[in-house]
């Protein structure tokens, strides 16, 4: 497997909680992101996930986006088949949510690409040092959700994160 990255913006580190991958699901063939409530009823199941980056700067205000593959396959029935995907990106002191928070309702079909604005805000420079992602089974039927294909860019539309295949990020 070969894996791609923008220039300079290989993820230093990784964090993802034990059974948030799923092999051959992703929409190359490799690892994705995974999240499943097997239940129907109250609760939300969630898995969320982060890696640091090789810090690249932009200068705010500015605004980044992240495109992105995600799949939902929802259980029917008369309960909600929702699902939620969010996403941020920090400079180690603030915040900088993605907008909308993806809501899928029901299924997918398949793969679905999409993409989420990520508005940096302030003035000056700002040094961009982690990204991190949630996927969120809502309360209601059962559901499984995917997410792969990361790729953020910078507001001239270059890389700074590109992430194709997460198997070459992580073993386990």
Known sequence: METSFGPG???????LPAGGWRDGEGVSGTRAAYVEKP???????TTAGSFALSPFTVTAPTSLTLYFDYRVV?????????????FDVSDGT??????????????TGGYVADSVTIAISGTGPVTITEFNFQLEATSGQPKWIWLDNLDLRDPAGGGSVVLRQWREIVSN
């Open 9 to 15: 913006c290989t993820p230093t580190g990784w964090t």
């Open 39 to 45: 239940n129907s009823g109250a609760g939300t199941v």
């Open 74 to 86: 929802a259980n029917g029935g008369g309960g909600s088949t929702k699902a939620r995907l969010r």
């Open 94 to 107: 603030n915040t900088y949510a993605a907008t909308p928070t993806v809501a899928a309702t029901g299924s």
